[in-house]
């Protein structure tokens, strides 16, 4: 298979009548960048287990600016209005703001941090830009989580991303416990695509963004996925990053406890791996979601 083939080629179906297990073809830490934070352990267990978590990526004096920024942010009545801002469907609180990395210089400058980029591009083993930025802010008492789901499966099918090649980082602005509406990943199960049946709906990011409900695996296949590697949760004090890979199986629960759950979310894309048109969905989602500016990022 040429390169031009592995781009243009459906290698990771989905959205068709049935669904099923296909195994991963891909690296998840990928060979190129030998240099960066990433210690060769973090590298490994992030291979492996699909996600690692670096403790006190930000300081206690940077998590509150930028705890202030989510504040200004989620304040801002402009922003409260702006497309790229997510509201919970039944209490109206903001519940992700998109395109963060273009609208706060705060923000822009932790993408371009070396801390943080140099590990994406050792993860990645090549040049990253963003493909998606969030400040996702889960309120105390009236949080609402994630079904179980893998973020590439949405990136590929209404995105157009060719390969998982892409690393998130989850940077804790608030202590994630237990009990706060934490992240849930299944060591390993990054390795097993879930190829989800149904047809992509219109405009299907207007109501996914609140609750996925299309490309979530049916009970069966998380059961099966749960039963052979487990599941794990992000937990750890604010300032604490959770890096995983685009293909890791995670979802969370609801927060009914007082204690909100707020994080800086940057996703990753090679530069090898720009976005040609979905695969499955009629028609791309805005640039806000899914990125088309494929410009290396810089320090
Ligand atoms: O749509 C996205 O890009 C992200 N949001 C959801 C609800 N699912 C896929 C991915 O995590
Ligand atoms: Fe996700």
Redesign the pocket.
């Given at each position: 298979m040429t390169v031009a083939d592995l781009r243009t080629k459906d290698r990771y179906p989905s959205r068709g009548a049935t669904s099923e297990l296909i195994e991963r073809t891909d690296p998840t830490v990928w060979p190129g960048v030998s240099t960066g934070p990433a210690t060769s352990e973090e590298l490994a267990s992030h291979e492996a287990k699909g996600f690692h978590v670096v403790e006190g990526l930000l300081s206690p004096a940077e998590v509150q600016t930028y705890w202030q920024e989510l504040e200004r942010l989620c304040r801002d009545p402009a922003v409260r209005d702006d497309e790229r801002t997510i509201v919970e469907r039944s209490s109206d609180e903001v519940r992700s703001i998109f395109e963060v990395h273009k609208t706060s210089s705060l923000i822009a400058e932790l993408a371009r941090d070396p801390r943080i980029l140099d590990r994406a591009r050792q993860v990645l083993g090549s040049d990253v830009y963003v493909h998606?930025s969030r400040i996702n802010y889960m309120p105390g008492y009236r949080g609402t989580g994630?079904y179980w789901?893998s973020?590439f499966?949405?990136?590929h099918t209404?995105?157009g991303m060719p390969a998982p090649r892409a690393v998130s980082t989850s940077i804790a602005l608030t202590d994630n416990y237990p009990f706060n509406g934490g992240l849930m990943l299944m060591p390993g199960a990054h390795r097993t695509y879930v190829s989800c049946a149904g047809e992509t709906p219109e405009d299907n990011?207007k109501s996914?963004?609140k609750a996925?409900e299309v490309?979530v695996p049916p009970e069966d296949e998380i059961t099966e996925l749960a039963y052979e590697h487990g599941i794990e949760q992000f937990t750890g004090p604010a300032g604490s990053a959770l890096w995983f890979d685009c293909n890791s199986m995670h979802g969370s629960g609801n927060n009914i406890t007082p204690y909100p759950r707020s994080n800086i979310f940057l996703v990753f894309n090679s530069v090898e791996n720009t976005l040609v048109e979905p695969y499955a969905a009629k028609s791309p989602r805005p640039s806000y979601?899914?990125s088309r500016d494929f410009e290396p990022i810089r320090r």
């Open positions: 998606q994630f789901h973020d499966e949405t990136w209404e995105d990011y996914s963004l996925q490309g979601i899914a």
